[in-house]
Nanobody, 126 residues
Framework: QVQLVESGGGLVQTGGSLRLSCAAS????????MAWFRQAPGKERDFVAG???????RYIDSVKGRFTISRVNARNTVYLQMNSLKPEDTAVYYC????????????????????WGQGTQVTVSS
């Protein structure tokens, strides 16, 4: 069992920045690929960024160059630094853990992720 707790969401103006944190407890954090998903009202939960067990990263096109995902295994924490925020980034952001066996794989389907945090709201005003 892995417990995930997100923090760092809030209200920010267009062009502003936020850093989301996801603290994990339970099983060995380094054994999981980690990802951030987001869900806007009335929409499905979508992959935003992921980081493999080895530290490689993957992003959706709309956040490339603006968002950075990172992990610190010694702290059991994954981060999402979000810069140049836009109103279309408004959503509830979820942290998720994937017990994938490969050190290099980053999957983008929410069905592959076994553990989820409770979510944190990010609102970008225009």
């Amino acid at each position: 069992q892995v417990q995930l707790v997100e923090s760092g969401g809030g209200l920010v103006q267009t062009g502003g920045s936020l850093r989301l944190s996801c603290a994990a407890s339970g099983r060995t954090f380094s054994n999981y690929a980690m990802a951030w998903f987001r869900q806007a009202p009335g929409k499905e939960r979508d992959f935003v960024a992921g980081i493999s067990r080895s530290g490689s990263t993957r992003y959706i096109d709309s956040v490339k160059g603006r968002f950075t995902i990172s992990r610190v295994n010694a702290r059991n924490t994954v981060y999402l630094q979000m810069n140049s925020l836009k109103p279309e980034d408004t959503a509830v952001y979820y942290c998720a853990a994937d017990p994938v066996s490969s050190r290099y794989t980053i999957r983008d389907s929410p069905d592959e992720y076994e553990y989820w945090g409770q979510g944190t709201q990010v609102t970008v005003s225009s």
